[in-house]
């Protein structure tokens, strides 16, 4: 049972277009979302995240909205460049005694210049 | 300060033999996670480790092992590897310990083949 979902496993954007990134959820009781990117043959790196008392967190050319009553949240770059051709995941903290991150299947975003 | 040290970044096996990754995490993180990425599945939580103690273990087979040193190192061992098991392996560290909040802070992962 996939309880975060990212259901575009790709996407292709021109250079200085926007891109946006959507996952789901299903667990209400999640509260606390992050996003990584991910180049080849590297580890995930940390983006950006948003606590469920925002609607919305930026940072730079990454802002993270969350809306909670349809459990989505989504990432948009603008503008996108080049060098952020990764793979993105959300991911979410298991708070319920457990102490796990919960990861979306990924987004790959290719951008074109 | 350093990061997230993974050895080896990439092995080879065969079916039935045993692995152990390696992991050091970030000076004075003390709990360290692991994930297995394989296509298409994004990251699959195996364990967790805090003060030598597993916290949590995902739905993997006991043939999925670990153990973390008095020293926040930690190693996984795989047994009697299987075809399914060639994945990326990544092992992540957090500062806090308390709170189930904070980023992760991921190392360049273990690329296991097995034939």
């Known amino acids: 049972d996939q309880q975060v979902k990212q259901n575009s496993p790709s996407l292709s954007v021109q250079e200085g277009r926007i891109s946006i990134l959507n996952c789901d959820y299903t667990n209400s009781m999640f509260d606390y979302f992050l996003w990584y990117k991910k180049y080849p043959a590297e580890g995930p790196t940390f983006l950006i995240s948003?606590?469920?008392?925002?609607d919305k967190n930026e940072d730079g050319r990454f802002t993270v909205f969350l809306n909670k009553s349809a459990k989505h949240l989504s990432l948009h770059i603008v503008p996108s460049q080049p060098g952020d051709s990764a793979v993105y995941f959300c991911?979410?903290?298991?708070?319920?005694?457990?102490?796990?991150?919960?990861f979306g299947t990924g987004t790959r975003l290719k951008v074109l210049a | 300060k350093a990061g997230v040290t993974q050895t080896p970044r990439y092995l080879i096996k065969t079916r039935g033999q045993q692995v152990t990754l390696s992991c050091s995490p970030i000076?004075?993180?003390?709990?360290v996670s692991w994930y297995q990425q394989t296509p298409g599945q994004g990251l699959q939580f195996l364990f967790e480790?805090?003060?030598?103690?597993?916290?949590n273990k995902g739905n993997f087979p006991g043939r999925f092992s670990g153990r973390q040193f008095s020293n926040s190192r930690s190693e996984m061992n795989v047994s009697t590897l299987e075809l399914g098991d060639s994945a990326l392996y990544l092992c992540?560290?957090?500062?806090?310990?308390?709170?189930?909040?904070?980023?992760?802070?991921f190392g360049e992962g273990s690329r296991l083949t097995v034939l």
């Open positions: 000076s004075g993180h003390r709990s």
């Open positions: 992540a560290s957090r500062l806090a310990a308390i709170t189930n909040t904070g980023e992760l802070f």
């Open positions: 480790y805090f003060s030598e103690t597993q916290r």
């Open positions: 991911a979410v903290p298991f708070t319920s005694g457990t102490y796990k991150y919960i």
């Open positions: 948003i606590s469920s008392i925002k």
